[in-house]
T-cell receptor, first 112, second 117 residues
Framework: DQQVKQNSPSLSVQEGRISILNCDYT??????FLWYKKYPAEGPTFLIS?????DKNEDGRFTVFLNKSAKHLSLHIVPSQPGDSAVYFC???????????FGTGTRLTIIP | NAGVTQTPKFQVLKTGQSMTLQCAQD?????MYWYRQDPGMGLRLIYY???????DKGEVPNGYNVSRLNKREFSLRLESAAPSQTSVYFC????????????????FGPGTRLTVT
């Protein structure tokens, strides 16, 4: 049972445009959500997070939106740059926050 | 500050052989984790250690054992390797200090690519 779902395995976006990556979750106990970025042959690196008390969090070009009623979050990257080409993982944890459940990832390709 | 280091980077085992994957962090983090990543499966938690001296099972613990040797080091052992354990293994750590913002983000090592034939 996949509790965190990233339904788009891949996404291609023109450089300079907005990239929107989506994530859905089923476990209503999740209250903390994170996005990680992964380049080939490297470990994932933390990008941005949001707790369930917020519906938006921004960090530079990256914004995460959380819709609790729909159990949906999205990552917006504006403007998209070639260095953003990577696999993006959504992750979630319940209160207590020690254990993360990851989605299957979305491969983002930025087209110059 | 090396962050999270893992050894070895690559390993090939025959079915039935044993080995230990090593992980160390120099960030004075309380919690450490072992994940495996398989194509189309994302990262799945094998075991974790919330603090020195404690370990708990994750989503896929069968066939693995762990040791939290001290606050810095967390090893993963395969006693009798099977082809189903062919994967990329990631170690991670997090500060996990109650009440501090951003203390639950996990920091990952570069991974160990294991092939079992």
């Amino acid at each position: 049972d996949q509790q965190v779902k990233q339904n788009s395995p891949s996404l291609s976006v023109q450089e300079g445009r907005i990239s929107i990556l989506n994530c859905d979750y089923t476990n209503s106990m999740f209250d903390y959500f994170l996005w990680y970025k992964k380049y080939p042959a490297e470990g994932p690196t933390f990008l941005i997070s949001i707790s369930s008390i917020k519906d938006k969090n921004e960090d530079g070009r990256f914004t995460v939106f959380l819709n609790k009623s729909a159990k949906h979050l999205s990552l917006h990257i504006v403007p998209s740059q070639p260095g953003d080409s990577a696999v993006y993982f959504c992750a979630a944890s319940p209160r207590g926050r020690e254990k993360l459940t990851f989605g299957t990832g979305t491969r983002l390709t930025i087209i110059p | 500050n090396a962050g999270v280091t893992q050894t070895p980077k690559f390993q090939v085992l025959k079915t039935g052989q044993s080995m230990t994957l090593q992980c160390a962090q120099d960030m004075n983090h309380n919690s450490m984790y072992w994940y495996r990543q398989d194509p189309g499966m994302g990262l799945r938690l094998i075991y974790y250690s919330a603090s020195e001296g404690t370990t708990d099972k994750g989503e896929v613990p069968n066939g693995y054992n762990v040791s939290r040797l001290n606050k810095r080091e967390f090893s993963l052992r395969l006693e009798s390797a099977a082809p189903s354990q062919t994967s990329v293994y990631f170690c991670a750590s997090s500060p996990t200090t109650s009440g501090e913002p951003n203390s639950y983000e996990q920091y990952f090592g570069p991974g160990t690519r294991l092939t079992v034939t």
